[in-house]
Nanobody, 123 residues
Framework: QVQLVESGGGLVQAGGSLRLSCAAS????????MGWFRQAPGKERDLVAA????????YYADSVKGRFTISRDNAKNTVYLQMNSLKPEDTAIYYC????????????????WGQGTQVTVSS
């Protein structure tokens, strides 16, 4: 059984930083496409960052390029999202997800999801 457990969300002031963690079990993260999505109230769930290839190539949404970094620790089977220079518009629930298909860009291509962690950025 695959489980993804996120942690690290919270309340931070604009300009601050947070690091989200996604601990996986039942699936080896280095063998699957792992992504971070976010969903703000009343909006769709959008892909923020992902490992899109088996060699570690990454994808970032334009809105977070240069501020967010996705990384992974294969020994811990954990994926991270380092978020710097946070803005109020980054406020959302952040979800970790896993897909059996490399390069997955749409949420429906991901078959396992974490429970989500709230990130709130105050102005």
């Amino acid at each position: 059984q695959v489980q993804l457990v996120e942690s690290g969300g919270g309340l931070v002031q604009a300009g601050g930083s947070l690091r989200l963690s996604c601990a996986a079990s039942g699936r080896t993260i280095s063998s699957y496409c792992m992504g971070w999505f976010r969903q703000a109230p009343g909006k769709e769930r959008d892909l923020v960052a992902a490992f899109k290839g088996s060699l570690g190539s990454t994808y970032y949404a334009d809105s977070v390029k240069g501020r967010f970094t996705i990384s992974r620790d294969n020994a811990k089977n954990t994926v991270y999202l380092q978020m710097n220079s946070l803005k109020p518009e980054d406020t959302a629930i952040y979800y970790c997800a896993s897909s059996p298909t490399w390069g997955s860009m749409r949420s429906e291509m991901y078959d396992y999801w974490g429970q989500g962690t709230q990130v709130t950025v105050s102005s």
